[in-house]
C-alpha cells in the first residue's frame, strides 16, 4: 500500500518496541533496516490498550537572527527538543505484562520503536502480527511509519472512579526520529 492518501482518523495507529535491546552503537542505518526490525512479530512487542499518542516526529525549532543593515530579522530551523512521549493507556496489568512491555519498564536499555499511523486495521492476521512489517500484515492498507530509537522510562497509574483505569507511560526518545516511511503491498 502506499502512504495515507486521505482526511481521516489514524483510529487504528499502533506503537511497537524490540523484544530485545537496539543499542545506539546498533542504530539502523536506512529505512530497510528498520524495516527489518518488524517484518517478524516474534522481534517486537505491541503496546496494548492505547488512549492516546503523543506527537511523532521533530518538532520546530525556529530561531530569528538579527542580520546588520536589514529592518527585519531572518530564520533559521534550529536544533529542536524531541516531544515528551507519554501514551495514555487502558491500564489492564496482566495485558502490559503478557505483551513484554511491563518488564521494559524503566530497565535502562535502548529498544527501536515503530509508530504505524494507521486509518483502517491491516487485514490478514490479528492482534501484534498485524503490524508486521510485511507485505500482508501491515502492507494490506494505507500506512505511514515512523522510527526510533529510545527507552521505556516509566509508568504512573491513574486509578479512576468512573471511567477504566489509566496509566502513562513515558518514553524517552534518542537520537532522530526517521520517515515516515511505508510498508508496500507486493
Do not use: C
Not at 500500500?1 to 535491546?21: D, E, K, P, Y
Amino acid at each position: 500500500m502506499a502512504h495515507i492518501s486521505s482526511i481521516g482518523a489514524g483510529l487504528h495507529s499502533a506503537l511497537a518496541v524490540t523484544a530485545s535491546a537496539v543499542p545506539v552503537a546498533s542504530r539502523p542505518a536506512n529505512e530497510a533496516a528498520w524495516v527489518a526490525l518488524f517484518a517478524d512479530d516474534a522481534n517486537f512487542d505491541r503496546f496494548p490498550n492505547i488512549r492516546e499518542f503523543p506527537q511523532i516526529g521533530t518538532p520546530a525549532n525556529i530561531v530569528n537572527v538579527p542580520v546588520y543593515g536589514q529592518k527585519t530579522s531572518s530564520q533559521i530551523q534550529g536544533q529542536a527538543d524531541a516531544p515528551t512521549l507519554e501514551l495514555t493507556i487502558n491500564y489492564v496489568p496482566s495485558e502490559l505484562a503478557s505483551s513484554g512491555i511491563a518488564a521494559k519498564v524503566g530497565d535502562g536499555n535502548v529498544y527501536a520503536f515503530q509508530f504505524s499511523l494507521l486509518n483502517a486495521s491491516p487485514t490478514g492476521a490479528a492482534g501484534k502480527e498485524q503490524l508486521q512489517a510485511v507485505a500482508g500484515n501491515l502492507g494490506s492498507v494505507a500506512n505511514s511509519n515512523f522510527y526510533f530509537q529510545g527507552k521505556i522510562e516509566a509508568l504512573l497509574v491513574s486509578p479512576q472512579l468512573t471511567d477504566a483505569n489509566q496509566a502513562t507511560l513515558t518514553l524517552s526518545a534518542i537520537g532522530d526520529f526517521v520517515g515516515p516511511f511505508t510498508i508496500d503491498a507486493p
